[in-house]
């Protein structure tokens, strides 16, 4: 399983903060690479944020400076910290990983979308 959440509302003032992530459990042993897409309306999906295996990473122009990915591998928790929320920022936003299950099988799985929303 794979499961994503907000540290509180989904509604932020621009220039405020905001943490998400995403906790695997059951078959998924461990999270190798990770990334955060997004889609507000009536825009095309994009990837924002991505980390792989060797805790590389990389931004989108829009987000760079101000999101960090990260991985958490005791707890096999990813997260996206945003800073400097911008109402440009208003999507829902939803994070992918590459992991390790039960029985060495690589996966890919995608967590539950997340609406955050920054209003001006």
């Known amino acids: 399983r794979f499961s994503c959440r907000r540290s509180g509302g989904g509604l932020v003032q621009a220039g405020g903060s905001l943490r998400l992530s995403c906790a695997a459990s059951g078959s998924i042993f461990s999270i190798n690479s990770s990334g955060w897409h997004r889609q507000a309306p009536g825009k095309q999906r994009e990837l924002v944020a991505a980390i792989t295996s060797g805790g590389s990473t990389k931004y989108a122009d829009s987000v760079m400076g101000r999101f960090t990915i990260s991985i958490d591998h005791a707890k096999n928790t990813v997260y996206l910290q945003m800073n400097s929320l911008k109402p440009e920022d208003t999507a829902v936003y939803y994070c992918?990983?590459?992991?390790?299950?039960?029985?060495?099988?690589?996966?890919?799985?995608w967590g539950n979308g997340t609406q955050v929303t920054v209003s001006s």
């Open positions: 992918n990983v590459e992991a390790i299950q039960i029985g060495w099988r690589r996966g890919d799985f």
